[in-house]
C-alpha cells in the first residue's frame, strides 16, 4: 500500500512543484496577479465595496485605500458572518472557521473559504512530496500525527468550527489516514493524561515511519508518557484493550489483541530499561514539527528521544493563513507560498509605529527581519498577524523564510528595548558554552532594583557557585552581544548583572496544563520567553534564586 501511496503523492506532486518553481521565479509578477484577482473577485462583499476594491489598480493604490489592521478590527465584519450575514470579508462564504486564542481573551474564528482550504491542501501535498523525494522511505510503515480535533462544534448556522491541524487532516482521504496509528476520536478526549495515555498506546502498537506534530513539545511529552506507563502499554497492547480502565466506545474497533507486539515490546523494556520511541521504532525515518521561534529549545532536545533524525518544519502557519513550503530538513526556513496570500512586510525596527514603511516580497533582503502582514483568500486585508519573520535566503526570486517570535514582543527598563530574541541567542549560547540542560527559560524585567531575572528550569545539576561565578557574567555579556542599547547601559550601571531564579521540576509541564484547563490545545500552545511581569505562578514554582553581587 505504501507504494500506492508514494506514487498518487510522486504523481500530484511533480506538476504542482513544477508550477510553484516557476513561479517562485517571478515573485513581484505573482504577487501583484494575485493580489488584483482576489480584489476584482471580492470587490462586491461589504468589505470590498467600502474599501474601492474596483478602483484598485496597484499594490500602492491599495495600500491607499485599505489600512493595516489587527484582529480586533475585523472582528465586528466576523461577528456579522457568524450571525448569518453573506458577502461581508469575501463573495464566497466561509465552509469553516479556524478558532484560535485571542489577545483580548476571547476566541478568534478566522473565516475560511474553499478557494482557502484547497490552497492548503496543495501546500501540504507538495510538502509531503518533497520530503518524499529526499525520504523516500519515510511514509513506509505506520504514520502518527497528534493534533487537534478538526470540529469542535457548529456556528448557529451550521458552519464547523475547530483547529486548523485538525481540518486539514480530516480532507486527507480516507484511503491514506488508516495509516495513520492515532485515530481521531484520540483527539477529542478532554481529560489530558487519558489522552496521552491512548496517543501512546496507539502509537506503540504499530511499526512507525513518520511523526508529525506542530509542537516539539508533544513528542516529549508523548516519549515521557512511554517511558512512564511502559507496563500498562504493553499490557494494553497484549489484550487489545484501551487501558487503565480507559473507556471509548468509538475507538473499540482499533483495539486488538497484539501479543507478537507486545512480545518485542517487552524484549526492548528488558534490554534497555526504559523504552525510548528511538528503540520501539527502528523504521522511523522523519520528524516533522514547529523549529522556528521559541519552541526551537524544546526541538533541540528531540535526540535525545528520537535519536538522531533528520526534522523537517512544517512550515509558517497559523489559523489566519499557511505561508511557507519548508524544502529542507532541520531549519525553521521554508519558500514563502507567493501563490495563496498576498503578502506585505514592515522592518522590524518599524512595527507598531504610525504609517511605517512597508516593503513587497521583492524588496526585502537576505539576513534582515520583518513584521508581515497578509491579505488572504479568506478575507482578511493587510492584517497585522504580529509575527516577526527573518529571510534567511532566496528561492529563485522569492523569499525564504523563518519564524522568529511574536512581535512587539518587547520590554524596556532604561532604553535598552530587549527582543525575547536577544535572550534566546544568549541563554543558546551558555547552553552550548556550560552545556546546560535547560528545560525551558522565561526573562522578567526587575524594575525596581533595574535589571532581569531570567526564570530557568534545569534538568542536570550545576553548581550555584558555577551558576553564579560563570553562567550568569557569560550571559551577561552574551546580552550585550546582541544588543548594543543593553552594552550601553550596563557599562553605565544604568543596569545590573541579571539573576536566575532557578524554577522547580515540572514548571514548564504546568503552565502547560494550566492552558489546556483553560481551554486551549496542547499542541498550539506559545511559551512566550518574554514577559513584562512576573506571574504568581513563576512566583510560586521558584526554588532558589542565584546572584552575582561583584557588579
Known amino acids: 500500500m505504501s507504494f500506492v501511496i508514494n506514487s498518487l503523492i510522486r504523481s500530484y506532486g511533480l506538476p504542482a512543484s513544477f508550477h510553484f518553481d516557476q513561479t517562485a521565479k517571478s515573485c513581484r509578477k505573482t504577487q501583484s496577479n494575485l493580489l488584483l484577482k482576489l480584489l476584482r473577485k471580492n470587490a462586491a462583499c461589504a468589505f470590498g465595496t467600502t474599501h474601492g476594491f474596483a478602483s484598485i489598480k496597484s499594490a500602492q493604490e491599495y495600500r491607499n485605500q485599505v489600512p493595516i489592521r489587527e484582529f480586533e478590527e475585523f472582528r465586528p465584519y466576523i461577528n456579522h458572518i457568524l450571525s448569518g450575514k453573506k458577502s461581508v470579508l469575501t463573495v464566497a462564504d466561509p465552509v469553516r472557521f479556524n478558532v484560535t486564542s485571542g489577545t483580548t481573551g476571547e476566541p478568534k474564528y478566522i ?80 481529560d489530558y493524561e487519558a489522552r496521552y495515555f491512548l496517543i501512546a498506546r496507539f502509537a506503540l502498537a504499530k511499526k512507525v515511519s513518520f511523526l508529525l506534530t506542530p509542537n516539539p513539545s508533544t513528542f516529549i ?39 507478537d507486539r507486545a512480545r518485542f515490546l517487552q524484549n526492548v523494556l528488558e534490554k534497555t530499561s526504559a523504552l525510548q520511541p528511538r528503540d520501539v521504532w527502528p523504521e522511523l525515518k522523519l520528524l516533522a514539527c514547529w523549529l522556528g521561534g521559541s519552541v526551537g529549545i524544546q526541538a533541540r532536545k528531540l535526540s535525545g528521544y528520537y535519536g538522531n533524525l533528520p526534522i523537517r518544519d512544517i512550515g509558517y502557519m497559523a489559523s489566519e493563513a499557511h505561508a511557507t513550503l519548508p524544502y529542507k530538513d532541520n531549519t525553521p526556513s521554508g519558500i514563502l507560498a507567493i501563490q495563496t496570500n ?26 534582515k527581519r520583518y513584521a508581515i502582514l497578509l491579505t488572504t483568500t479568506s478575507g482578511l486585508y493587510r492584517y497585522d498577524i504580529n509575527d516577526i519573520v527573518e529571510v534567511t535566503d532566496f528561492y529563485h526570486q522569492t523569499p525564504v523564510l523563518a519564524f522568529v517570535r511574536k512581535g512587539r514582543d518587547m520590554t524596556n527598563i532604561t532604553g535598552e528595548k530587549m527582543h525575547a530574541n536577544h535572550f534566546l541567542a544568549a541563554m543558546d549560547e551558555a547552553r552550548r558554552q556550560f552545556d546546560l540542560s535547560i528545560e525551558q527559560f522565561r526573562a522578567v524585567p526587575d524594575f525596581e532594583n533595574g535589571r532581569y531575572c531570567i526564570y530557568v528550569e534545569l534538568n542536570a545539576g550545576v553548581s550555584d557557585e558555577a551558576l553564579r561565578d560563570q553562567v550568569i557574567p557569560f550571559m551577561d555579556q552574551a546580552l550585550a552581544k546582541v544588543n548594543i542599547e543593553y552594552a550601553e547601559k550596563r557599562k553605565s550601571r544604568r543596569l545590573k548583572l541579571p539573576y536566575l531564579a532557578l524554577m522547580r521540576k515540572g514548571w514548564f509541564d504546568d503552565e502547560c496544563r494550566r492552558s489546556m484547563e483553560m481551554g ?19 512566583c510560586a514554582a521558584i526554588t532558589k534564586t542565584i546572584e552575582n553581587r561583584k557588579d
Open 342 to 367: 498576498y503578502y506585505e512586510f514592515i522592518p522590524e525596527e518599524n512595527h507598531g509605529i504610525q504609517n511605517p514603511p512597508v516593503l513587497s516580497c521583492h524588496e526585502l533582503e537576505r539576513g
Open 520 to 538: 486551549k490545545r496542547d499542541i498550539q500552545f506559545k511559551w512566550r520567553i518574554l514577559c513584562s511581569e512576573a506571574s504568581p505562578e513563576d
Open 111 to 190: 473565516p475560511v473559504t474553499l478557494e482557502n482550504q484547497n490552497q492548503e491542501i496543495n501546500l501540504i501535498g507538495q510538502w509531503y512530496y518533497r520530503a518524499l523525494r529526499d525520504h523516500p522511505k519515510f511514509l513506509d510503515h505506520f504514520r502518527i500525527a497528534i493534533i487537534s480535533p478538526p470540529v469542535e462544534g457548529k456556528t448557529e448556522h451550521g458552519v464547523p468550527f475547530g483547529s486548523a491541524s485538525g481540518m486539514i487532516f480530516h480532507r486527507i482521504p480516507q484511503f491514506i489516514r488508516r495509516f495513520y496509528a492515532i485515530p481521531t476520536g484520540v483527539s477529542e478526549i478532554k
Open 221 to 259: 511529552r508523548l516519549a515521557e508518557v512511554i517511558a512512564k506507563e511502559a507496563e500498562a502499554i504493553i499490557r494494553s497492547i497484549h489484550d487489545g484493550k484501551a487501558g487503565k480502565n480507559i473507556e471509548h466506545s468509538a475507538l473499540s474497533e482499533r483495539l486488538v489483541p497484539d501479543p
